[in-house]
């Protein structure tokens, strides 16, 4: 049993010594204190399904024993920065992304965080190219430094920092969008972007496959095919923002922009590649890769031997445990049910995505799709004193986000199904 600090004195700390900007996303915050593949317990031992533990990065499952034991050997051997010096862990991890990897994309750069995966993809870019501008998606997050800010087009993740030479183009978004699912159609505001808010030449094109902040958000099909074509016709290179889609987690396929049938230029990742451990990557082709030599790129711990070592397990436990066939088969489990639960309450509006990332909007009116906020806190707070956390997101908070780790199971769907239905039931 857990006998340390509880929930009381740690909001006391927390709201005494720790940033006043930090969030928490329940009414009566939930002290976690242990967890084991997908569920975690509190401070008095209650078991809860974690139907939200791909945001913080566990794909193969909470403590995953082989991850564990991989990073606890690694670190009594040796933890240090490998910029500097030789380990076996850095160069074995590269060489085992680069094989998931499509095309000539195969030189890693390690990083800390999905941040600096995106900071250093646009830098690449800029240089690449030598033009300055960048093309996101609205409604996209991609990080929260001065570049990956600029990038991320949605005002509650935004400051007011200078934002230089970005551009946001029209969301593909399938449910509220103006051309519903035709992605050719959407894409056509990148071309308009490019003609008439920029030299005509561009450094880069980012987004995601599937907006993961944005409320689990597939971009609509054909869209990404014909803005890759738009943006290298202007120069630019494309970017996959990796963090959230890929390692599986799709189910159809290990990358989420293989499911858009498009090869990218740079692909960034982070999250789920160290089950919980910090780090990030950005790949890229050797021709591309070549412009970091033009002056020194040093990051300490980018790589370290304690995080590649738990990143090479992770990629290991995927493949041994079948993890992307279970994210597909479990997931498409999911959202069948979560169709059949539309059917019988009004408040879900739309049930979306691939694999283990399944979004659920709520909305108040179906048809004037007014977004349900109070009713989703209300929800959110049920499902968990019934043992069930899940993820909300969306820009008007109101999309349930379901991204647990891959070893999901069936017969946890089957609970998590459930207790939603009970929760909105009692709406
Ligand atoms: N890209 C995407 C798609 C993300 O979801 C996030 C984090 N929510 C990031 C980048 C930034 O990653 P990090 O928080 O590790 O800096």
């Not at 996303?25 to 242990?34: A, F, H, Q, R, S």
């Not at 250093?120 to 997050?141: E, K, P, V």
């Not at 780090?279 to 990051?299: H, K, M, Q, S, W």
Request: aromatic content about 8%; overall charge neutral; some cysteine.
């Amino acid at each position: 049993p857990y006998d340390g600090p509880r929930t009381a004195e740690i909001l006391r700390k927390r709201s005494e010594f720790l940033s006043p900007s930090l969030l928490h996303l329940y009414k009566n915050p939930l002290n976690v204190v242990d967890g084991k593949m997908q569920y975690l317990y509190d401070e008095d031992g209650k078991r809860y399904l974690d139907a939200f533990g791909g945001i913080a990065t566990v794909c193969c499952g909470h403590c995953h024993p082989e991850v564990v034991e991989v990073i606890v050997n690694q670190i009594k051997r040796i933890q240090h920065s490998t910029v500097l010096y030789l380990n076996h862990a850095i160069a074995d991890f590269a060489e085992a992304l680069a094989s998931k990897m499509p095309g000539d994309l195969k030189v890693v750069f390690f990083t800390n965080s999905g941040t600096e995966a995106n900071e250093l993809a646009l830098m690449i870019a800029r240089l690449y190219t030598g033009c300055h501008d960048i093309i996101s998606i609205r409604n996209a997050y991609h990080g929260n430094a001065a570049g990956t800010m600029g990038a991320t087009a949605q005002s509650i993740w935004k400051y007011n920092v200078i934002q230089s030479g970005v551009h946001h183009a029209v969301n593909p978004d399938q449910y509220r969008g103006a051309f519903g699912t035709e992605g050719e159609k959407y894409a056509k505001d990148v071309q308009e972007i490019i003609d008439f808010g920029t030299s005509g030449r561009i450094a880069a094109f980012i987004s995601e496959a599937i907006q993961g902040v944005g409320g689990i958000m597939e971009l609509a099909p054909g869209y990404l095919p014909a803005v890759y074509k738009t943006i290298k016709k202007a120069g630019g290179l494309c970017i996959a923002d990796e963090v959230q889609s890929g390692f599986g987690r799709t189910g159809s396929h290990f990358w989420g922009f293989e499911g858009h049938r498009v090869i990218p230029d740079i692909v960034t990742m982070a999250k789920g590649i160290g089950n919980g451990i910090p780090i990030g990557a950005v790949v890229t082709t050797p021709e591309i890769a070549e412009v970091l030599t033009r002056a020194n790129y040093f990051n300490t711990f980018g790589g370290n031997p304690v995080c590649t070592a738990a990143g090479h397990a992770v990629l290991r436990v995927i493949e041994k445990e079948k993890l992307q066939e279970n994210a597909s088969v479990v997931g498409s489990y999911l959202k069948d049910r979560l169709k059949k639960l539309q059917e019988k309450h009004e408040i879900i509006g739309d049930v979306r995505g691939r694999g283990l990332m399944i979004g659920v909007e709520l909305v108040a009116d179906r048809q004037e799709k007014t977004p349900a906020k109070a009713e989703i806190l209300n929800i959110l707070d049920h499902m968990k004193e019934m043992g069930v956390l899940i993820g909300k997101g969306g820009y008007h908070g109101n999309v349930f986000r379901i991204t647990p780790p891959l070893c999901f199971t069936k017969e946890d769907t089957d609970f998590l199904v459930d207790v939603m239905d009970v929760a909105m039931s009692k709406l």
